[in-house]
């Protein structure tokens, strides 16, 4: 069975630093990877899918991850915070060849202060 | 172009109780998932419907169950509700297209509270 490990629960960053969160991934093939983000009381909205092409996406909002095969990484990283990226954050594996489900980290919850 | 809609926003039932949840998909889509998120945990896989069919189902008891109809909506059916399965239940529509990766866009979400 596939999984990912956010392997943390709560990041902090100031107002135009940089944000990194991280994931680890756990595939027996190429894996289809997914970062979604859930502001407070709303449903997910997807930042961006990595599905075996390039290896650095570029998603919304500025945000952009790199997947690493060698290290197992999938880590979103964006240039400079901004009080809306408040949030959750669930790095995601698809897992099946036919029907697919999607299987989530336990996320990771960024706050920013100004 | 409207995205996934889900209703009720919220709910409070007791337990014992039955309780049903609805999803319209994306336009366009024809697949449909369901989700629950316990609070302070990542969402888990319930089932996935399409052409009107259980397609997937995940480590879920017979009590939760489901149906898509012709025009690609769907329901959640949760019968002998427990105080355990109070969470954010979402949907997430799809559209399937073989040898591609889907991308799963999902709905608001349903709250609902069991007392």
């Known amino acids: 069975a596939q999984s990912v490990t956010q392997l943390d629960s709560h990041v902090s960053v100031s107002e135009g630093t940089p944000v990194l969160l991280r994931c680890n991934y756990s595939s027996s093939y190429s894996p289809s990877l997914f970062w979604y983000v859930q502001h407070p009381n709303k449903g997910l909205q997807l930042l961006l899918k990595y599905t075996s092409a390039a290896t650095l996406v570029k998603g919304i909002n500025g945000f952009e991850a790199e997947f690493k095969k060698s290290e197992t990484s999938f880590h979103l990283t964006k240039p400079s915070a901004h009080m809306s990226d408040a949030a959750e954050y669930f790095c995601v594996v698809s897992e099946g060849t036919g029907f697919q489900k999607l299987v989530f980290g336990t996320g990771t919850r960024l706050l920013v202060s100004p | 172009d409207a995205g996934v809609t889900q209703s009720p926003t919220h709910l409070i039932k007791t337990r014992g109780q039955q309780v049903t949840l609805r999803c319209s998909p994306k336009?366009?889509?024809?697949?449909v998932s369901w989700y629950q998120q316990a609070l302070g945990q990542g969402p888990q896989f319930i089932f996935q419907y399409y052409e009107e069919e259980e397609r997937q189902r995940g480590n879920f008891p017979d009590r939760f169950s489901g149906h898509q109809f012709p025009n690609y909506s769907s329901e959640l059916n949760v019968n002998a509700l427990l105080l355990g399965d109070s969470a954010l239940y979402l949907c997430?529509?799809?559209?399937?297209?073989?040898?591609?990766?889907?991308?799963?866009?999902f709905g608001p979400g349903t709250r609902l509270l069991v007392l």
């Open positions: 997430a529509s799809s559209w399937r297209e073989t040898g591609t990766q889907e991308t799963q866009y």
């Open positions: 336009s366009g889509h024809d697949t």
